[in-house]
């Protein structure tokens, strides 16, 4: 949800502390310089994101960066605790710290969806993921092909970009796993089963054989 570059791949800290400073008296609130001389600047549409979704789950946080670091993160996302609390996993809870895991959280599988932009870390819960592009607003020296929002001096949509296309599938998501013409209890629905069923459907293509009437 935020994207993040070192000071010192593009100018140094006073420079980017100022233009920071400049950005949110010009209302660009989305933008931080952090302690450890880094600037993170938040996705478009993720404030609404938030919101929106947390009236549909319970939202957490896992991350592979330090405690100190997934702190400042939230703190910058949420300043008022309202989405997250205290459900963040950080990397001194991993059992491998090269690897997320679901059996983290204290909720059944299979009413668990992830949003993550890097599905190999998820090596054991790929049927919950739900991959999300990354988001590149400065220039990434892992992703040198890619032209950054900031170099074309633009930014991701709010209402079609990728947080918002997202949210449309969690509603979606939400309304076929509590809708009350589905066979059986919640206790016998899994969230995997959707997400398989979405994937395939995401991935066909309608042809029609034989011979139509004419009109």
Avoid at 12 to 20: D, G, I, L, N, R
Avoid at 47 to 69: N, P, Q, V, W
Avoid at 118 to 129: G, I, M, P
Avoid at 184 to 189: F, I, K, P, S
Wanted: glycine residues 4%; hydrophobic residues 40%.
């Amino acid at each position: 949800m935020e994207a993040a570059r070192t000071v010192k791949d593009v100018s140094p800290h006073e420079f980017v502390k100022a233009y920071a400073a400049h950005l949110k008296r010009s209302g660009h609130p989305n933008f931080r310089v952090q302690p450890w001389a880094m600037m993170t600047k938040l996705r478009p549409f993720v404030h609404t994101f938030l919101k929106e979704a947390s009236a549909m789950f319970e939202l957490h946080i896992c991350t592979m960066g330090e405690r100190d670091y997934a702190s400042k993160m939230v703190e910058f996302l949420d300043p008022e605790k309202v989405y997250f609390k205290s459900r963040v996993i950080a990397r001194e809870d991993l059992i491998d710290s090269e690897e997320k895991s679901l059996d983290l959280v204290p909720r059944h599988k299979r009413m668990a969806i992830i949003l993550d932009d890097n599905q190999h870390v998820w090596k054991h819960d790929q049927s919950n993921l739900i991959l999300v592009q990354k988001y590149f607003y400065f220039n990434s020296k892992s992703a040198k092909s890619i032209a950054s929002f900031s170099a074309l001096n633009t930014d991701e949509d709010e209402t079609t970009g990728v947080l918002a296309t997202i949210l449309e599938k969690l509603k979606l998501i939400h309304r076929l796993f509590f809708n009350p013409k589905s066979k059986g209890g919640l206790v016998h629905r899994d969230v995997r089963s959707i997400l398989a069923n979405l994937r395939v459907l995401q991935g066909c293509k309608l042809t029609f054989k034989g011979n139509f009437p004419r009109v």
